[in-house]
């Protein structure tokens, strides 16, 4: 099982208060790449607090790039449907030169209208304009020059500069537990980047499977099985009830504000849509407290050592190859970054 870090925090800290509110990830970073963690990710979120901290994953990836040597720098994710092919090119190929060929590109189709506001007419077939842009982009990465037409009307055939260090793109494509992304994933020849929220191992396992039948039937198929990497909130601790008390108060309102953006997105049609503005603050309240119940016991790496390492050898068990821990979530970071040491021990014991 590889292990990476993951960051998606909540920004409820005023600019103005709080001068050093990127110290966890790049202190992160540094551990991970100090003791052999696989990679660390850094998410696209815009216009809310919840993942508000990181508006461009390319920058705080050339953050982590210049603070370390060896691991691997990745966007979970850059939304597709909100830039162009030739701009994402560009911006990761710095990266990529920065860190001496360790980037790699998770790409999602974005699920929350608002963050539309940057790209509104790719809204309605975002699904559609991620795939597109996942093959134009990998083009040009290798090197392809793309039609483009210029400001006077005429078309032109561009190249996009600096070149990557790397010769292929690493890629994967963000589910929230669709089977079909899987499948689609599987059909691009790309990895999958999923998590626990709103889906059981039991359909975890089934869509991994149908993903692992998918690549190895798209064309071009070389014999290798492509990636899954499982996004899980990590906080581990030598005493169970000390993690319990210590996680509960900031991992059930990152929960409660998750809860409102799911709630708000049109990702599932209109049908299903729920206004979180209509609920009253003791039915989020509740839903939050139900949710945080269910994912402390079954959901993350959260508890003491050995619970962790049976969470991971399960989830290696349904196939999955990489646990990206999600850290910020809420405690000080000296307490996160303190308690990387006990992640480090799991890691350690499930190799």
């Given at each position: 099982?590889?292990?990476?870090l993951?960051?998606?925090?909540n920004?409820t800290?005023?600019?103005t208060?709080d001068?050093?509110?990127?110290a966890?990830?790049l202190?992160?970073?540094?551990?991970a790449?100090e003791?052999?963690f696989?990679?660390?990710?850094?998410?696209?979120r815009h216009?809310?607090?919840?993942?508000?901290?990181?508006?461009?994953?390319a920058?705080?990836?050339a953050?982590v790039?210049?603070?370390?040597?060896?691991?691997?720098?990745?966007?979970g994710?850059?939304v597709?449907?909100?830039?162009?092919?030739?701009r994402i090119?560009?911006?990761?190929?710095?990266?990529?030169?920065?860190?001496g060929?360790?980037?790699?590109?998770?790409?999602?189709?974005g699920w929350?209208?608002?963050?539309?506001?940057?790209?509104p007419?790719?809204?309605p077939d975002?699904r559609?304009?991620?795939?597109d842009?996942?093959?134009?982009?990998?083009a040009l990465w290798?090197?392809?020059r793309?039609?483009?037409?210029?400001?006077?009307?005429?078309?032109?055939?561009?190249?996009?500069y600096?070149?990557?260090?790397?010769?292929e793109?690493?890629?994967?494509?963000t589910?929230?537990?669709?089977?079909?992304?899987?499948?689609?994933?599987g059909?691009?020849?790309?990895?999958v980047?999923?998590?626990?929220l709103?889906?059981?191992?039991?359909?975890?396992?089934?869509?991994?499977?149908?993903?692992?039948q998918?690549?190895?039937?798209?064309?071009?198929?070389?014999?290798?099985?492509?990636?899954v990497?499982?996004m899980v909130?990590?906080y581990?601790?030598?005493?169970e009830?000390?993690?319990?008390?210590?996680?509960?108060?900031?991992?059930?309102?990152y929960?409660?504000?998750?809860?409102?953006?799911?709630?708000?997105s049109q990702a599932?049609?209109?049908a299903?849509?729920v206004?979180?503005?209509?609920?009253?603050?003791?039915?989020?309240?509740?839903?939050?407290?139900r949710a945080?119940d269910r994912?402390?016991?079954?959901?993350?790496?959260?508890?003491t050592?050995?619970?962790?390492?049976?969470?991971?050898?399960?989830?290696a068990?349904?196939g999955?190859?990489?646990?990206?821990?999600?850290?910020?979530?809420?405690l000080?970071?000296?307490?996160v970054?303190d308690?990387?040491h006990?992640?480090?021990?799991?890691?350690?014991l499930t190799?």
């Open positions: 099982m590889d292990f990476s993951f960051y998606f925090g920004d800290t005023a600019a208060t001068t050093d509110r990127y966890l990830v202190e992160g970073a540094r551990f790449d003791h052999d696989t990679a660390v990710w850094t998410p696209e216009f809310h607090a919840f993942g508000g901290l990181y508006p461009n994953p920058v705080t990836g953050a790039a210049a603070a370390t040597s060896r691991v691997a720098i990745r966007a994710s850059v597709a449907p909100l830039h162009h092919p030739l090119a560009e911006e990761w190929a710095v990266v990529d030169n920065i860190s060929g360790r980037v790699g590109l998770a790409f999602a189709s929350h209208a608002t963050d539309f506001a940057l790209r007419e790719n809204y975002r559609d304009v991620l795939m842009t996942v093959g134009q982009v990998r290798r090197g392809e793309a039609e483009v037409r210029d400001g006077t009307g005429a078309t032109r055939q561009v190249r996009t600096p070149r990557p260090v790397q010769a793109l690493p890629v994967w494509i589910s929230a537990g669709g089977v079909e992304t899987f499948r689609h994933a059909r691009l020849g790309a990895g980047l999923t998590h626990l709103g889906q059981d191992t039991d359909d975890l396992a089934e869509k991994i499977a149908a993903y692992r998918a690549y190895a039937d798209r064309p071009g198929a070389d014999g290798s099985t492509g990636h990497a499982v909130h990590t581990l601790d030598h005493d009830d000390t993690a319990r008390e210590l996680v509960r108060p900031p991992l059930t309102a929960l409660r504000s998750s809860v409102g953006l799911l709630l708000g599932h049609g209109s299903r849509r206004d979180p503005a209509k609920l009253r603050d003791k039915d989020l309240d509740f839903l939050a407290a945080f994912y402390y016991e079954d959901g993350g790496l959260l508890g050592v050995p619970k962790a390492e049976r969470v991971v050898r399960r989830l068990g349904l999955v190859d990489e646990i990206a821990c999600l850290i910020d979530f809420g000080p970071a000296k307490t970054l308690a990387l006990t992640l480090d021990e799991v890691r350690g190799k």
